[in-house]
């Protein structure tokens, strides 16, 4: 058997561990703060986020996924079959450092590890000039850019639900009031971000003119159908305040579903970039220029996502959802909220993102709104080293776990 396809068949184990080790760890970013927030049980959770990952990683993320490594290395500088070898290299790294940090408990980006890697074996082949160094500095610049927006946004938006409704002397008639605001809003941040973030909303080639007038035709609609049907969802048997956090659960599952989906359009690119680029080297004998991805591979990037978040994705769930700081369903909801408008906004802006870092910003933003006291820092001190330790980790493991490839397969 040639060389390539035996590096193509090590690549789809690796391409497995990575989407595993990813379901496992990233799957707080979209249900953490619901399952803290006791909208929905860890099983639901595990359940729905498995089920929808699934779904956006196999229907909807259609990403030319060989990209993973452009902006990152100038692959034209590396031979094929070493490219080949590197990007295992890279799989198998970044798939076991996320996995290290789903075993304690602790998020950390996907995105970062799998560069990080990239970085680790560009190194290794190219020297310094095969990086490009100005993605490294903004890959740093999200360690900042993504918690602050997050926590910022975060905290606005609960403290301005708890100002308008939670300490309103009427809560029934403020929740009438201003839910169906956040309602309008919600909506309004899934439907865009499903046009703006995902393959198949990206394909419409809308612009920030078509964005605005989708945003005021659905803010009106839903205010229009929420001021007629809300009063179904105020059970009478409950509280005012129990009311409250009654309508904010249904919205916070609604968000935490949509983030489920689009992260698995999304984020499976992490795992099966490189197995695209080593499938085309080893079936073409050179990288593909806005080349179609075998279903295939799509479908293991899936299954690897579903299966990692049905055999670990309750540890990091734990972390980000109980141990930061505690959760209800405005809280949770403002969380939801929050993080989904950070990687919309900043990704269109041009900005870095890592959906981790933004689902992490945003639980320290509502746990700020109640004050210092309010946020657990040792476990935030824990998060913030392994971020920090991320890239230059998965960089080193790459550099040696290539280093090793290459002598086995004498390439």
């Known amino acids: 058997m040639d060389i390539s396809y035996i590096i193509l068949i090590a690549a789809a184990f690796g391409g497995f561990l990575m989407a595993f080790s990813l379901g496992a760890n990233d799957v707080a970013n979209s249900m953490a703060s619901a399952v803290g927030a006791k909208a929905i049980t860890?099983?639901?959770?595990?359940?729905?986020?498995?089920?929808?990952?699934?779904?956006g990683a196999v229907f909807l993320g259609s990403h030319v996924a060989s990209?993973?490594?452009?902006?990152?290395i100038n692959a034209e500088l590396i031979p094929p079959q070493v490219l080949m070898l590197g990007m295992f290299a890279a799989l198998l790294s970044s798939g076991l450092w996320v996995l290290v940090a789903t075993y304690t408990a602790l998020p950390v980006s996907s995105t970062h590890s799998i560069v990080g890697s990239i970085v680790g074996f560009g190194l290794a082949t190219g020297g310094y000039?095969?990086?490009?160094?100005?993605?490294m500095f903004e890959i740093v610049l999200s360690w900042v850019v993504s918690p602050f927006f997050g926590a910022l946004i975060a905290y606005m938006v609960f403290m301005h639900i708890r100002r308008?409704?939670?300490?309103?002397?009427?809560?029934?008639?403020?929740t009438k009031r201003w839910v169906p605001v956040w309602i309008s809003l919600t909506l309004i941040l899934v439907v865009l971000s499903f046009c703006f973030k995902t393959p198949i909303g990206k394909s419409l080639g809308l612009n920030w003119k078509h964005g605005i007038g989708i945003a005021v035709t659905l803010f009106i609609i839903t205010r229009i159908a929420c001021n007629r049907v809300l009063h179904r969802f105020l059970p009478s048997h409950l509280k005012p305040g129990?009311?409250?956090?009654?309508?904010?659960?249904?919205m916070q599952v609604g968000t935490a579903c949509y983030v489920a989906l689009s992260q698995g359009a999304n984020d499976v690119a992490n795992a099966i970039g490189p197995v695209i680029?080593?499938?085309y080297i080893a079936t073409q004998?050179?990288?593909?220029?806005?080349?179609?991805?075998?279903?295939?591979?799509?479908?293991?990037?899936?299954?690897?996502?579903a299966f990692g978040i049905m055999v670990m994705g309750h540890k990091v769930m734990g972390t980000v959802g109980e141990r930061i700081t505690k959760m209800n369903n405005t809280r949770g909801f403002s969380v939801a909220f929050s993080s989904a408008t950070t990687v919309l906004m900043a990704s269109n802006l041009g900005l870095p993102v890592s959906t981790t870092h933004a689902a992490v910003g945003s639980v320290v933003g509502v746990g700020l709104a109640r004050g210092f006291q309010a946020v657990d820092f040792r476990v935030l001190g824990k998060i913030l080293l392994y971020w920090v330790l991320t890239v230059p980790i998965a960089g080193f493991s790459c550099l040696v776990i290539f280093q090793i490839l290459r002598a086995i397969f004498s390439i």
């Open 42 to 55: 860890v099983r639901q959770a595990i359940l729905i986020a498995s089920v929808l990952n699934f779904a």
């Open 67 to 72: 990209t993973i490594y452009k902006g990152i």
């Open 129 to 135: 000039e095969v990086v490009y160094w100005s993605r």
């Open 164 to 174: 308008t409704i939670i300490h309103s002397n009427d809560r029934v008639a403020a």
């Open 242 to 250: 129990e009311q409250v956090e009654e309508v904010f659960k249904r």
């Open 277 to 279: 680029a080593i499938y």
């Open 285 to 305: 004998g050179a990288l593909a220029a806005n080349a179609p991805i075998p279903l295939w591979i799509l479908v293991l990037g899936g299954i690897g996502i």
